[in-house]
């Protein structure tokens, strides 16, 4: 009988095992991944400076301890090349695993800027504990880190980074912080705040090329400003790993695309976490993975579910701007009604007869967030 085969084992691989598991101790599983399978937290790498956390102490298992949690194989640093759907095979090099069920938990890559200048490779992205490792030892010693993108994991970086010492320069396109998330005023809080703590902000603008000047580099913004760092973080957002899948014949948009019960195009083949696109929805958050395992997980087992999501709020790791977000669904018809002050901002987004569809709590409106999260609408019924 051939094996139920994961690809990957970040959260979304790893939970959908354990969530098997539940319903299905013995049949073959086989877990496959590029890196050395250790079990971390991901989401703790962007906060893991202050923390003093490193990469060698992050991970919580390693593959053979998981092995054994979920009685599976796991197949470290082992590439898949190419999903074979007819034959339900996957090949890694020059061998081939058959599957009876497969799960694609493969995650998404940083997206890179196109840069100009003889250092436009230097930006390093952070999305594992080995970048993690290599940006850790880069600024080791040093003073200046610019960071490219002030979306969620660029203005978590950036918090970090200044309360451990470092200066940091933030820059973005955009006009304010979080701006696709925040309204305006919300923005400008994280702004005050993390100035506060040493964060200087360059907004409305781009990198345009990172030169080498001598040991340090040079990025050049498309405002004709010049800053000088040590090392430049590239933050500008995830983009779902969708080439296997596309290359297989499978549906493709934004990320791979799946029912409700986690099926993509093609027979027994699952998708689900940071890789995945259901009704439109990519969500890399830890909430909707773990709906996502558990629904994935009974499914395999031959137990039919459907993915619903209720609401999920986000809580950003900026603790100089303590902030929770619950975007209202895109395209959604209503406005922002907001109440700021120097302690704090509550942003409601109201439909026409008042219903709360989303919000944003930050500071001192973090103390509604349990009676308002109660008002919201589910994201997924």
């Not at 907001?338 to 500071?363: C, H």
Request: aromatic letters at 4%.
């Amino acid at each position: 009988m051939s094996p139920i085969v994961i690809v990957g084992t970040g959260l979304a691989g790893y939970s959908t095992a354990r969530e098997l598991r539940k319903h299905d101790k013995e049949s073959p599983l086989v877990i496959v991944t590029g890196d050395d399978g250790q079990f971390y937290s991901k989401p703790m790498i962007s906060n893991a400076f202050a923390s003093n956390k490193t990469a060698e102490t992050l991970p919580i298992n390693s593959a053979e301890q998981m092995a054994k949690q979920v009685n599976a194989q796991i197949r470290t640093r082992t590439c898949v090349t190419a999903i074979a759907p007819a034959e339900h095979s996957i090949a890694v090099g020059t061998q081939t695993i058959e599957y009876s069920q497969l799960v694609l938990a493969l995650g998404a890559d940083q997206i890179r800027l196109p840069l100009a200048g003889d250092a436009a490779d230097a930006p390093m992205s952070v999305n594992d504990l080995v970048s993690y490792a290599r940006f850790r030892t880069a600024i080791e010693g040093k003073r200046d880190v610019v960071i490219l993108g002030a979306g969620l994991i660029g203005c978590e970086f950036a918090n970090d980074l200044a309360l451990s010492g470092y200066r940091v320069d933030l820059i973005d396109i955009a006009p304010q912080p979080l701006g696709r998330l925040l309204p305006a005023e919300g923005g400008a809080f994280v702004q005050r705040q993390l100035a506060a703590i040493g964060v200087k902000w360059h907004l409305g603008t781009s990198a345009q090329a990172v030169e080498r000047d001598g040991g340090r580099l040079r990025v050049r913004l498309a405002n004709g400003e010049a800053l000088h760092a040590d090392a430049v973080l590239s933050a500008i957002g995830l983009k779902p790993r969708t080439a296997l899948s596309q290359a297989a014949g499978l549906a493709v948009n934004r990320g791979i695309v799946t029912d409700r019960q986690l099926r993509t195009s093609a027979p027994d083949i699952y998708a689900l976490g940071d890789c995945a696109e259901v009704e439109g929805l990519v969500l890399p958050f830890i909430m909707p993975i773990m709906h996502a395992a558990r629904v994935c997980a009974a499914n395999l087992a031959g137990k039919a579910a459907q993915l619903s999501y209720p609401a999920m709020p986000v809580i950003v790791k900026t603790p100089a701007c303590p902030t929770l977000v619950a975007p209202p669904a895109a395209g959604a018809a209503g406005e922002w009604r907001v109440t700021a002050g120097d302690d704090g901002v509550k942003s409601l987004f109201v439909d026409a007869e008042g219903k709360l569809l989303g919000m944003v709590l930050q500071g001192a409106a973090m103390a509604e967030r349990q009676a308002l999260s109660a008002q919201l609408p589910p994201v997924l019924k």
